[in-house]
Protein backbone atom coordinates (compact mmCIF):
# COMPACT_ATOMS: atom_id res chain seq x y z
CA UNK A 1 0.00 0.00 0.00
CA UNK A 2 1.53 3.43 -0.64
CA UNK A 3 0.01 6.92 0.28
CA UNK A 4 1.88 9.96 -1.09
CA UNK A 5 0.80 11.15 2.59
CA UNK A 6 1.20 9.54 5.82
CA UNK A 7 -1.73 10.69 8.33
CA UNK A 8 0.34 10.98 10.32
CA UNK A 9 -0.47 13.54 13.44
CA UNK A 10 0.90 15.08 16.22
CA UNK A 11 -0.31 14.74 19.72
CA UNK A 12 -3.07 16.53 20.19
CA UNK A 13 -2.15 17.67 24.01
CA UNK A 14 0.50 19.20 21.77
CA UNK A 15 -1.07 21.35 19.11
CA UNK A 16 -4.68 21.98 20.92
CA UNK A 17 -3.03 24.32 23.76
CA UNK A 18 -2.14 27.03 20.42
CA UNK A 19 -5.52 26.73 18.88
CA UNK A 20 -6.79 27.36 22.24
CA UNK A 21 -4.59 29.94 23.43
CA UNK A 22 -5.01 31.55 20.31
CA UNK A 23 -8.43 33.24 21.39
CA UNK A 24 -7.00 34.77 23.96
CA UNK A 25 -4.86 37.22 21.95
CA UNK A 26 -7.66 37.87 19.97
CA UNK A 27 -9.65 39.21 22.79
CA UNK A 28 -6.84 40.85 24.08
CA UNK A 29 -6.74 42.72 21.18
CA UNK A 30 -10.42 43.25 21.27
CA UNK A 31 -10.50 44.88 24.84
CA UNK A 32 -7.59 47.35 23.79
CA UNK A 33 -9.70 48.27 21.08
CA UNK A 34 -12.38 49.02 23.41
CA UNK A 35 -9.95 51.06 25.08
CA UNK A 36 -8.98 53.56 22.35
CA UNK A 37 -8.50 56.76 22.83
CA UNK A 38 -7.82 60.06 20.84
CA UNK A 39 -4.48 58.96 20.12
CA UNK A 40 -5.75 55.82 18.15
CA UNK A 41 -7.36 58.09 15.46
CA UNK A 42 -4.45 60.53 15.10
CA UNK A 43 -1.38 58.13 15.37
CA UNK A 44 -0.93 54.39 13.65
CA UNK A 45 1.95 54.09 15.87
CA UNK A 46 0.29 55.21 19.19
CA UNK A 47 1.32 52.97 21.63
CA UNK A 48 -1.91 51.41 21.96
CA UNK A 49 -2.41 50.70 18.39
CA UNK A 50 1.36 48.75 18.61
CA UNK A 51 -0.13 47.23 21.47
CA UNK A 52 -3.26 46.56 19.46
CA UNK A 53 -1.64 45.05 16.59
CA UNK A 54 0.92 42.53 18.53
CA UNK A 55 -1.53 41.16 20.87
CA UNK A 56 -3.81 40.67 16.88
CA UNK A 57 -1.04 39.27 14.97
CA UNK A 58 1.46 37.03 17.01
CA UNK A 59 -1.06 36.76 20.45
CA UNK A 60 -3.89 35.65 18.33
CA UNK A 61 -2.96 34.79 14.62
CA UNK A 62 0.85 33.91 14.22
CA UNK A 63 -0.47 31.64 17.75
CA UNK A 64 -3.22 29.95 15.66
CA UNK A 65 -0.78 29.67 12.66
CA UNK A 66 1.84 27.98 14.89
CA UNK A 67 -0.40 25.10 16.10
CA UNK A 68 -1.65 24.57 12.29
CA UNK A 69 2.15 23.86 11.24
CA UNK A 70 2.61 21.48 13.38
CA UNK A 71 -0.83 19.99 12.95
CA UNK A 72 -0.46 20.32 8.84
CA UNK A 73 3.25 19.43 8.39
CA UNK A 74 2.95 16.14 9.35
CA UNK A 75 -0.34 15.33 8.71
CA UNK A 76 -0.76 16.31 5.16
CA UNK A 77 2.96 17.78 4.02
CA UNK A 78 4.32 14.47 4.93
CA UNK A 79 6.80 16.58 7.14
CA UNK A 80 8.04 15.89 10.80
CA UNK A 81 9.04 17.70 13.43
CA UNK A 82 12.76 17.93 15.66
CA UNK A 83 11.23 17.70 18.44
CA UNK A 84 8.03 17.42 20.75
CA UNK A 85 8.94 18.53 23.82
CA UNK A 86 10.54 21.39 21.97
CA UNK A 87 6.97 22.13 20.70
CA UNK A 88 5.60 22.45 23.90
CA UNK A 89 8.45 24.49 25.55
CA UNK A 90 7.68 26.86 22.82
CA UNK A 91 4.21 27.24 23.53
CA UNK A 92 5.30 27.98 27.29
CA UNK A 93 7.60 30.80 25.82
CA UNK A 94 5.47 31.95 23.74
CA UNK A 95 2.30 32.23 25.48
CA UNK A 96 4.28 33.92 28.98
CA UNK A 97 6.17 36.61 26.65
CA UNK A 98 3.55 37.77 24.49
CA UNK A 99 1.24 39.27 27.06
CA UNK A 100 4.76 41.10 28.77
CA UNK A 101 5.40 42.23 24.96
CA UNK A 102 1.92 43.82 24.37
CA UNK A 103 2.16 45.37 28.02
CA UNK A 104 5.53 47.25 27.08
CA UNK A 105 3.61 48.58 24.25
CA UNK A 106 0.91 49.35 25.76
CA UNK A 107 3.15 51.18 28.36
CA UNK A 108 5.85 52.19 26.11
CA UNK A 109 8.27 51.14 28.55
CA UNK A 110 11.52 50.99 25.97
CA UNK A 111 14.03 49.09 28.15
CA UNK A 112 11.54 46.15 28.97
CA UNK A 113 10.58 46.33 25.28
CA UNK A 114 14.15 45.41 24.85
CA UNK A 115 13.67 42.28 26.95
CA UNK A 116 10.23 41.09 25.85
CA UNK A 117 11.65 41.15 22.10
CA UNK A 118 14.31 38.85 23.07
CA UNK A 119 11.87 36.54 24.86
CA UNK A 120 10.05 36.91 21.10
CA UNK A 121 12.73 36.05 19.14
CA UNK A 122 13.76 33.49 21.19
CA UNK A 123 10.08 31.72 20.63
CA UNK A 124 10.34 31.91 16.64
CA UNK A 125 13.96 30.85 16.67
CA UNK A 126 12.59 27.52 18.94
CA UNK A 127 9.36 27.48 16.29
CA UNK A 128 11.41 28.00 12.86
CA UNK A 129 14.02 24.78 14.57
CA UNK A 130 10.39 22.63 14.04
CA UNK A 131 8.82 24.44 11.57
CA UNK A 132 11.43 23.91 8.74
CA UNK A 133 11.23 20.07 8.92
CA UNK A 134 7.66 20.19 9.43
CA UNK A 135 6.80 21.89 6.21
CA UNK A 136 7.75 18.37 4.01
CA UNK A 137 10.57 17.47 2.31
CA UNK A 138 8.41 14.83 0.74
CA UNK A 139 6.66 16.78 -1.43
CA UNK A 140 8.84 19.82 -0.77
CA UNK A 141 7.53 21.03 -4.71
CA UNK A 142 4.08 21.23 -3.79
CA UNK A 143 2.62 25.21 -3.70
CA UNK A 144 1.68 24.83 0.41
CA UNK A 145 5.13 23.84 1.24
CA UNK A 146 6.78 26.39 -0.78
CA UNK A 147 4.60 29.39 0.50
CA UNK A 148 5.27 28.27 4.06
CA UNK A 149 8.87 28.07 3.21
CA UNK A 150 8.95 31.15 2.19
CA UNK A 151 6.78 32.67 5.18
CA UNK A 152 9.36 30.88 7.36
CA UNK A 153 12.21 33.02 6.14
CA UNK A 154 9.60 36.12 6.17
CA UNK A 155 8.61 35.95 9.97
CA UNK A 156 12.97 35.46 10.48
CA UNK A 157 13.27 38.74 8.63
CA UNK A 158 9.89 40.64 10.02
CA UNK A 159 11.29 39.59 13.53
CA UNK A 160 14.87 40.61 12.62
CA UNK A 161 13.58 44.35 11.95
CA UNK A 162 11.27 44.26 14.96
CA UNK A 163 14.23 43.53 17.38
CA UNK A 164 15.88 46.34 15.56
CA UNK A 165 13.14 49.00 15.86
CA UNK A 166 12.52 47.77 19.52
CA UNK A 167 16.10 48.09 20.29
CA UNK A 168 16.53 52.02 18.49
CA UNK A 169 13.72 52.79 20.49
CA UNK A 170 15.76 51.90 23.68
CA UNK A 171 19.33 53.55 22.47
CA UNK A 172 18.37 56.02 19.96
CA UNK A 173 20.54 54.72 17.16
CA UNK A 174 18.11 55.47 14.72
CA UNK A 175 14.56 56.85 14.60
CA UNK A 176 11.73 54.64 13.78
CA UNK A 177 10.30 56.91 10.54
CA UNK A 178 6.42 55.97 9.61
CA UNK A 179 8.53 54.25 6.60
CA UNK A 180 9.98 52.01 8.82
CA UNK A 181 7.29 51.13 10.83
CA UNK A 182 5.52 50.27 7.38
CA UNK A 183 8.04 48.12 6.42
CA UNK A 184 8.44 46.06 9.12
CA UNK A 185 4.58 45.60 9.61
CA UNK A 186 4.26 44.32 5.94
CA UNK A 187 7.00 42.18 5.89
CA UNK A 188 5.31 40.55 9.02
CA UNK A 189 1.68 40.86 7.62
CA UNK A 190 2.23 40.32 3.63
CA UNK A 191 5.19 37.83 3.87
CA UNK A 192 4.68 35.90 7.44
CA UNK A 193 0.62 36.37 7.44
CA UNK A 194 -0.16 36.66 4.06
CA UNK A 195 1.91 33.96 2.30
CA UNK A 196 1.41 31.16 5.35
CA UNK A 197 -2.59 31.48 5.07
CA UNK A 198 -2.82 31.66 0.81
CA UNK A 199 -0.58 28.87 1.14
CA UNK A 200 -2.46 26.75 3.77
CA UNK A 201 -5.46 27.54 1.26
CA UNK A 202 -4.21 26.18 -1.52
CA UNK A 203 -4.05 22.88 0.40
CA UNK A 204 -7.05 23.07 2.23
CA UNK A 205 -10.18 24.61 0.40
CA UNK A 206 -9.63 21.94 -2.04
CA UNK A 207 -9.67 19.60 0.08
CA UNK A 208 -12.51 19.92 2.46
CA UNK A 209 -14.67 21.12 -0.65
CA UNK A 210 -13.83 18.54 -2.91
CA UNK A 211 -12.45 21.05 -5.56
CA UNK A 212 -11.77 18.58 -8.72
CA UNK A 213 -12.78 20.25 -12.03
CA UNK A 214 -10.42 23.18 -10.90
CA UNK A 215 -6.89 23.24 -10.40
CA UNK A 216 -4.27 26.13 -9.25
CA UNK A 217 -2.76 27.51 -11.96
CA UNK A 218 -0.93 30.71 -10.87
CA UNK A 219 0.26 29.13 -7.22
CA UNK A 220 4.16 30.04 -8.61
CA UNK A 221 3.72 33.36 -9.85
CA UNK A 222 1.67 33.85 -6.99
CA UNK A 223 4.52 33.37 -4.91
CA UNK A 224 7.23 35.07 -6.26
CA UNK A 225 5.17 38.45 -6.71
CA UNK A 226 4.22 38.34 -3.41
CA UNK A 227 7.77 37.42 -1.53
CA UNK A 228 9.04 40.05 -4.48
CA UNK A 229 6.63 42.46 -3.26
CA UNK A 230 6.96 42.04 0.39
CA UNK A 231 10.35 42.21 0.91
CA UNK A 232 11.54 45.14 -2.17
CA UNK A 233 8.18 46.64 -1.28
CA UNK A 234 9.24 46.34 3.10
CA UNK A 235 12.45 47.91 2.40
CA UNK A 236 11.31 50.26 -0.34
CA UNK A 237 8.88 51.40 2.29
CA UNK A 238 11.86 51.97 4.88
CA UNK A 239 13.15 54.47 2.67
CA UNK A 240 10.19 56.95 3.27
CA UNK A 241 9.36 57.41 -0.28
CA UNK A 242 7.23 59.94 -1.90
CA UNK A 243 3.05 58.97 -2.32
CA UNK A 244 3.65 57.87 -6.30
CA UNK A 245 6.26 55.48 -4.96
CA UNK A 246 4.32 54.45 -2.44
CA UNK A 247 0.75 53.86 -4.45
CA UNK A 248 3.42 51.41 -7.19
CA UNK A 249 4.14 49.51 -3.64
CA UNK A 250 0.86 49.32 -2.31
CA UNK A 251 0.44 48.20 -6.08
CA UNK A 252 2.73 45.91 -6.25
CA UNK A 253 1.61 44.30 -2.50
CA UNK A 254 -2.52 43.82 -3.49
CA UNK A 255 -1.35 41.98 -6.89
CA UNK A 256 -0.50 38.75 -4.99
CA UNK A 257 -2.86 38.60 -2.61
CA UNK A 258 -5.47 39.66 -5.10
CA UNK A 259 -4.52 37.21 -7.95
CA UNK A 260 -4.45 34.61 -5.27
CA UNK A 261 -7.93 35.48 -4.01
CA UNK A 262 -9.27 35.01 -7.98
CA UNK A 263 -7.85 32.05 -7.90
CA UNK A 264 -9.63 31.12 -4.44
CA UNK A 265 -12.66 31.85 -5.82
CA UNK A 266 -12.48 29.96 -8.93
CA UNK A 267 -11.77 27.04 -6.98
CA UNK A 268 -14.69 27.65 -4.77
CA UNK A 269 -16.78 27.95 -6.96
CA UNK A 270 -15.85 24.65 -8.68
CA UNK A 271 -16.46 22.61 -5.68
CA UNK A 272 -18.05 19.49 -5.97
CA UNK A 273 -19.00 19.50 -2.22
CA UNK A 274 -21.89 22.14 -2.56
CA UNK A 275 -23.16 22.46 1.22
CA UNK A 276 -21.00 24.89 2.82
CA UNK A 277 -19.96 24.43 6.19
CA UNK A 278 -18.14 26.93 8.62
CA UNK A 279 -15.05 26.93 6.79
CA UNK A 280 -16.31 27.05 3.02
CA UNK A 281 -18.39 30.31 4.27
CA UNK A 282 -15.11 31.88 6.40
CA UNK A 283 -13.25 31.37 3.32
CA UNK A 284 -15.81 33.67 1.38
CA UNK A 285 -16.32 36.16 4.02
CA UNK A 286 -12.15 36.36 4.06
CA UNK A 287 -12.60 36.54 0.45
CA UNK A 288 -14.65 39.97 0.94
CA UNK A 289 -12.79 41.46 3.45
CA UNK A 290 -9.35 40.52 1.31
CA UNK A 291 -11.24 42.87 -1.37
CA UNK A 292 -11.93 45.61 1.76
CA UNK A 293 -8.40 45.54 2.33
CA UNK A 294 -6.72 45.58 -0.77
CA UNK A 295 -9.47 49.16 -1.59
CA UNK A 296 -8.49 50.56 1.95
CA UNK A 297 -4.53 49.65 1.18
CA UNK A 298 -4.38 51.54 -1.76
CA UNK A 299 -6.42 54.50 -0.53
CA UNK A 300 -4.32 54.84 1.89
CA UNK A 301 -1.11 54.91 0.37
CA UNK A 302 -2.42 58.23 -1.62
CA UNK A 303 -4.89 59.13 1.23
CA UNK A 304 -4.13 62.79 2.65
CA UNK A 305 -2.32 62.96 6.17
CA UNK A 306 -5.03 64.22 8.65
CA UNK A 307 -2.93 66.67 9.98
CA UNK A 308 1.18 67.59 8.77
CA UNK A 309 3.20 64.92 9.66
CA UNK A 310 0.91 62.39 10.23
CA UNK A 311 -0.27 59.36 7.60
CA UNK A 312 -3.75 58.64 6.69
CA UNK A 313 -4.30 57.24 10.03
CA UNK A 314 -8.05 56.37 10.06
CA UNK A 315 -7.57 54.66 6.79
CA UNK A 316 -4.56 52.83 8.06
CA UNK A 317 -6.40 51.93 11.15
CA UNK A 318 -9.34 50.34 8.66
CA UNK A 319 -7.22 48.82 6.58
CA UNK A 320 -5.09 47.19 8.79
CA UNK A 321 -8.57 45.96 10.98
CA UNK A 322 -9.98 44.54 7.40
CA UNK A 323 -6.59 42.88 6.59
CA UNK A 324 -5.98 41.38 10.27
CA UNK A 325 -8.99 40.62 11.75
CA UNK A 326 -11.04 40.35 8.21
CA UNK A 327 -9.09 38.09 5.92
CA UNK A 328 -6.56 36.59 7.97
CA UNK A 329 -8.67 36.40 11.16
CA UNK A 330 -11.61 34.77 9.10
CA UNK A 331 -9.52 32.40 7.66
CA UNK A 332 -8.00 30.95 10.55
CA UNK A 333 -11.01 30.92 12.08
CA UNK A 334 -13.03 29.34 9.86
CA UNK A 335 -9.58 26.81 9.45
CA UNK A 336 -9.72 25.87 13.51
CA UNK A 337 -13.28 24.04 12.58
CA UNK A 338 -11.62 21.85 10.15
CA UNK A 339 -8.01 20.95 11.97
CA UNK A 340 -8.72 20.60 15.69
CA UNK A 341 -11.81 18.37 15.04
CA UNK A 342 -9.82 16.55 12.39
CA UNK A 343 -7.11 15.83 15.09
CA UNK A 344 -9.41 14.53 18.05
CA UNK A 345 -11.24 12.50 15.67
CA UNK A 346 -7.77 11.26 14.48
CA UNK A 347 -6.66 10.82 18.08
CA UNK A 348 -9.71 9.59 19.64
CA UNK A 349 -11.98 7.64 16.96
CA UNK A 350 -9.66 6.21 14.39
CA UNK A 351 -8.43 3.12 15.92
CA UNK A 352 -12.39 2.69 17.25
CA UNK A 353 -13.75 3.14 13.37
CA UNK A 354 -15.20 0.37 11.63
CA UNK A 355 -15.39 -1.49 14.59
CA UNK A 356 -18.08 0.34 16.44
CA UNK A 357 -20.11 3.49 15.90
CA UNK A 358 -18.01 6.73 16.05
CA UNK A 359 -18.72 10.27 14.94
CA UNK A 360 -17.50 12.00 11.91
CA UNK A 361 -15.72 15.26 11.87
CA UNK A 362 -19.04 17.20 11.76
CA UNK A 363 -20.18 15.61 14.84
CA UNK A 364 -17.25 16.54 16.61
CA UNK A 365 -17.90 20.68 16.67
CA UNK A 366 -21.17 22.28 17.10
CA UNK A 367 -21.52 23.84 13.52
CA UNK A 368 -24.45 26.28 14.88
CA UNK A 369 -21.66 27.68 17.36
CA UNK A 370 -19.09 28.04 14.89
CA UNK A 371 -21.82 30.18 12.66
CA UNK A 372 -22.22 32.37 15.54
CA UNK A 373 -19.01 33.01 16.23
CA UNK A 374 -18.00 33.93 12.54
CA UNK A 375 -20.99 35.69 12.54
CA UNK A 376 -19.97 38.08 15.85
CA UNK A 377 -16.69 38.26 14.83
CA UNK A 378 -17.52 39.55 11.45
CA UNK A 379 -19.95 41.86 12.95
CA UNK A 380 -17.64 43.63 14.99
CA UNK A 381 -15.03 43.77 12.38
CA UNK A 382 -17.13 45.94 9.94
CA UNK A 383 -18.44 47.72 13.11
CA UNK A 384 -14.50 48.34 13.87
CA UNK A 385 -13.60 49.70 10.34
CA UNK A 386 -16.53 51.58 10.40
CA UNK A 387 -15.47 53.48 13.90
CA UNK A 388 -11.54 53.66 12.10
CA UNK A 389 -12.88 55.37 8.64
CA UNK A 390 -15.74 57.52 10.18
CA UNK A 391 -13.57 58.49 13.03
CA UNK A 392 -15.75 57.46 15.71
CA UNK A 393 -14.69 56.19 18.95
CA UNK A 394 -17.39 55.20 20.52
CA UNK A 395 -18.43 52.73 17.28
CA UNK A 396 -14.30 51.61 17.09
CA UNK A 397 -14.97 50.75 20.64
CA UNK A 398 -17.81 48.72 20.16
CA UNK A 399 -16.32 46.95 17.32
CA UNK A 400 -13.64 46.05 19.88
CA UNK A 401 -16.23 44.82 22.19
CA UNK A 402 -18.07 42.86 19.85
CA UNK A 403 -14.36 41.23 18.67
CA UNK A 404 -13.69 40.18 22.27
CA UNK A 405 -17.49 38.75 22.81
CA UNK A 406 -16.70 36.39 19.65
CA UNK A 407 -12.66 35.78 21.03
CA UNK A 408 -15.08 34.52 24.43
CA UNK A 409 -17.34 31.98 22.18
CA UNK A 410 -14.58 31.10 20.01
CA UNK A 411 -12.53 29.75 22.50
CA UNK A 412 -15.32 28.37 24.25
CA UNK A 413 -16.64 26.71 21.28
CA UNK A 414 -13.32 25.07 20.42
CA UNK A 415 -12.38 23.91 24.07
CA UNK A 416 -15.73 22.10 23.21
CA UNK A 417 -14.57 20.06 21.01
CA UNK A 418 -11.48 19.12 22.40
CA UNK A 419 -12.88 17.89 26.14
CA UNK A 420 -16.56 17.50 25.46
CA UNK A 421 -17.52 13.41 24.56
CA UNK A 422 -18.80 13.48 20.88
CA UNK A 423 -22.17 11.26 19.82
CA UNK A 424 -22.47 10.10 16.18
CA UNK A 425 -25.18 11.56 14.73
CA UNK A 426 -27.89 9.42 12.63
CA UNK A 427 -26.88 9.14 9.27
CA UNK A 428 -26.95 7.20 5.96
CA UNK A 429 -24.79 4.17 5.81
CA UNK A 430 -25.87 2.38 2.88
CA UNK A 431 -29.00 2.73 0.11
CA UNK A 432 -31.82 3.15 1.69
CA UNK A 433 -30.48 1.98 5.22
CA UNK A 434 -30.61 4.50 7.84
CA UNK A 435 -28.66 3.79 11.24
CA UNK A 436 -27.38 5.41 14.42
CA UNK A 437 -23.65 4.96 13.99
CA UNK B 1 -17.88 -14.29 2.15
CA UNK B 2 -18.68 -12.97 -1.77
CA UNK B 3 -17.81 -9.92 -3.22
CA UNK B 4 -21.57 -8.76 -2.10
CA UNK B 5 -21.25 -8.89 1.31
CA UNK B 6 -17.94 -7.37 1.31
CA UNK B 7 -19.39 -4.35 -0.52
CA UNK B 8 -22.34 -4.48 2.46
CA UNK B 9 -19.12 -4.32 5.13
CA UNK B 10 -17.77 -1.78 3.53
CA UNK B 11 -20.33 0.63 3.60
CA UNK B 12 -20.14 0.82 7.14
CA UNK B 13 -16.60 3.06 6.47
CA UNK B 14 -17.62 6.68 6.75
CA UNK B 15 -15.28 8.73 5.65
CA UNK B 16 -15.21 10.97 8.44
CA UNK B 17 -14.51 14.44 6.44
CA UNK B 18 -17.61 14.15 4.33
CA UNK B 19 -19.98 11.88 6.34
CA UNK B 20 -20.40 9.60 3.30
CA UNK B 21 -19.69 5.76 3.36
CA UNK B 22 -16.73 4.68 0.72
CA UNK B 23 -18.94 2.63 -1.43
CA UNK B 24 -21.38 5.47 -2.35
CA UNK B 25 -18.20 7.88 -2.92
CA UNK B 26 -16.88 5.46 -5.26
CA UNK B 27 -13.58 5.44 -3.43
CA UNK B 28 -13.75 1.63 -3.89
CA UNK B 29 -12.41 0.65 -6.89
CA UNK B 30 -12.16 -3.24 -7.32
CA UNK B 31 -12.74 -6.18 -4.88
CA UNK B 32 -11.58 -9.12 -5.25
CA UNK B 33 -12.46 -12.72 -2.96
CA UNK B 34 -10.56 -16.10 -3.22
CA UNK B 35 -11.74 -18.13 -0.87
CA UNK B 36 -11.49 -16.31 2.66
CA UNK B 37 -8.96 -13.49 1.13
CA UNK B 38 -9.76 -10.49 0.41
CA UNK B 39 -7.95 -7.57 -1.53
CA UNK B 40 -9.12 -4.31 -1.72
CA UNK B 41 -8.13 -1.55 -4.66
CA UNK B 42 -9.32 1.60 -2.79
CA UNK B 43 -8.93 5.20 -3.26
CA UNK B 44 -9.11 8.46 -1.56
CA UNK B 45 -10.84 11.65 -2.68
CA UNK B 46 -7.19 13.18 -3.14
CA UNK B 47 -3.78 11.98 -3.13
CA UNK B 48 -2.66 14.35 0.39
CA UNK B 49 -5.99 13.13 1.84
CA UNK B 50 -4.54 13.03 5.70
CA UNK B 51 -7.53 10.72 6.37
CA UNK B 52 -6.18 8.29 3.98
CA UNK B 53 -4.32 6.13 6.22
CA UNK B 54 -7.11 6.26 8.50
CA UNK B 55 -9.48 4.98 6.07
CA UNK B 56 -7.21 2.22 4.89
CA UNK B 57 -7.51 1.17 8.89
CA UNK B 58 -11.07 1.44 9.05
CA UNK B 59 -11.59 -1.05 5.90
CA UNK B 60 -8.81 -3.49 7.46
CA UNK B 61 -10.91 -3.29 10.78
CA UNK B 62 -14.68 -3.84 8.91
CA UNK B 63 -13.17 -6.77 6.88
CA UNK B 64 -11.32 -8.44 9.71
CA UNK B 65 -14.20 -8.00 12.42
CA UNK B 66 -15.60 -11.03 13.72
CA UNK B 67 -14.76 -14.72 13.49
CA UNK B 68 -12.75 -15.13 9.33
CA UNK B 69 -9.82 -16.72 8.86
CA UNK B 70 -8.65 -15.41 5.70
CA UNK B 71 -6.23 -12.39 4.69
CA UNK B 72 -6.97 -8.66 4.25
CA UNK B 73 -5.23 -6.49 1.68
CA UNK B 74 -5.83 -2.89 0.79
CA UNK B 75 -3.83 -1.30 -1.81
CA UNK B 76 -4.55 2.45 -2.23
CA UNK B 77 -4.34 3.68 -5.50
CA UNK B 78 -4.90 6.69 -7.80
CA UNK B 79 -4.81 5.90 -11.13
CA UNK B 80 -7.51 6.99 -12.12
CA UNK B 81 -7.82 9.61 -10.23
CA UNK B 82 -11.03 9.61 -8.16
CA UNK B 83 -13.88 12.13 -9.77
CA UNK B 84 -17.12 12.71 -8.20
CA UNK B 85 -18.78 11.13 -10.43
CA UNK B 86 -17.97 8.43 -9.43
CA UNK B 87 -20.48 8.72 -6.24
CA UNK B 88 -23.95 7.31 -6.40
CA UNK B 89 -26.56 9.34 -6.53
CA UNK B 90 -27.57 9.34 -2.27
CA UNK B 91 -23.96 10.49 -2.08
CA UNK B 92 -24.45 13.53 -4.81
CA UNK B 93 -27.37 14.43 -2.59
CA UNK B 94 -25.36 14.60 0.47
CA UNK B 95 -22.56 16.80 -1.18
CA UNK B 96 -25.66 18.90 -2.20
CA UNK B 97 -24.83 18.31 -6.03
CA UNK B 98 -28.40 17.20 -6.86
CA UNK B 99 -31.10 18.94 -4.93
CA UNK B 100 -31.99 16.66 -1.98
C1 LIG C 1 10.48 39.80 17.41
C2 LIG C 1 9.39 40.16 16.83
C3 LIG C 1 8.90 41.57 16.70
C4 LIG C 1 9.31 42.71 17.31
C5 LIG C 1 10.41 42.87 18.32
C6 LIG C 1 8.49 43.79 16.82
C7 LIG C 1 8.63 45.12 17.20
C8 LIG C 1 7.93 46.17 16.71
C9 LIG C 1 8.06 47.52 17.10
C10 LIG C 1 9.11 48.02 18.11
C11 LIG C 1 7.15 48.26 16.43
C12 LIG C 1 6.82 49.73 16.61
C13 LIG C 1 7.78 50.69 16.10
C14 LIG C 1 7.33 52.10 16.47
O1 LIG C 1 6.14 52.37 16.58
O2 LIG C 1 8.19 52.95 16.62
C15 LIG C 1 6.41 47.35 15.58
C16 LIG C 1 5.36 47.70 14.74
C17 LIG C 1 4.60 46.80 14.03
N1 LIG C 1 4.78 45.43 13.95
FE1 LIG C 1 6.17 44.35 14.97
N2 LIG C 1 7.60 43.28 15.94
C18 LIG C 1 7.81 41.94 15.82
C19 LIG C 1 7.13 41.04 15.02
C20 LIG C 1 6.06 41.38 14.22
C21 LIG C 1 5.33 40.45 13.40
C22 LIG C 1 5.62 38.96 13.28
C23 LIG C 1 4.35 41.17 12.80
C24 LIG C 1 3.30 40.71 11.85
C25 LIG C 1 2.82 39.56 11.72
C26 LIG C 1 4.48 42.54 13.23
C27 LIG C 1 3.66 43.56 12.82
C28 LIG C 1 3.83 44.89 13.16
C29 LIG C 1 2.96 45.94 12.71
C30 LIG C 1 1.72 45.75 11.80
C31 LIG C 1 3.43 47.13 13.25
C32 LIG C 1 2.83 48.52 13.07
C33 LIG C 1 1.95 48.77 14.25
C34 LIG C 1 1.27 50.08 14.20
O3 LIG C 1 1.55 50.90 13.32
O4 LIG C 1 0.44 50.33 15.06
N3 LIG C 1 5.52 42.62 14.09
N4 LIG C 1 6.89 46.08 15.77
Redesign the pocket.
Known amino acids: MTLAAPGRGPALALVAPFFLAAPLGLALAGLILAFSNGDTLLA???PR??A???AA??GW??MGIFGAVYQLGPAVLGGRLVSSRLARVHFFVHATVVPA?VWT?WQWDVRL?GY??SG??L??ILFLINAFPAIGTLRRGALPARYLGASLVM?AV??????T??GT?QHLWFP?TMG???G??????LG??GLTLMGVAYQLAPMFNVVQRKRPVAGGPILALTVTAALGGGLVLMADPGPWVRLAVAAAMAAGPGAWGIEMLRLMLARSRRTLDVQGRATFVSLGFLVVTICLGLLAAIGKPVSPGHEPTRL?LGY?IAG?SGWAGIMLIGNSYKILPFLVWYHRYRQLAGIRPVPVVADIYSEGAARAVLAVHTTGTIVAIAGALLGDLNILRAGGLMLTLGAALHMVSLAHIVLAPHAPAPRRIGPGEVATR | MNTRDVEQKLRHVIDPELGIDIVSLGLVYGIEVEGEDVHIAMTTTSPQCPMGEALVGMVESVLEYGERDGTTSVEVVFDPPWDVRMADMAALRQLGLVPR
Open positions: INATVLTHVILTFFMAALVSFLTAGFGIWALVRLAHAHLGLWLLGV
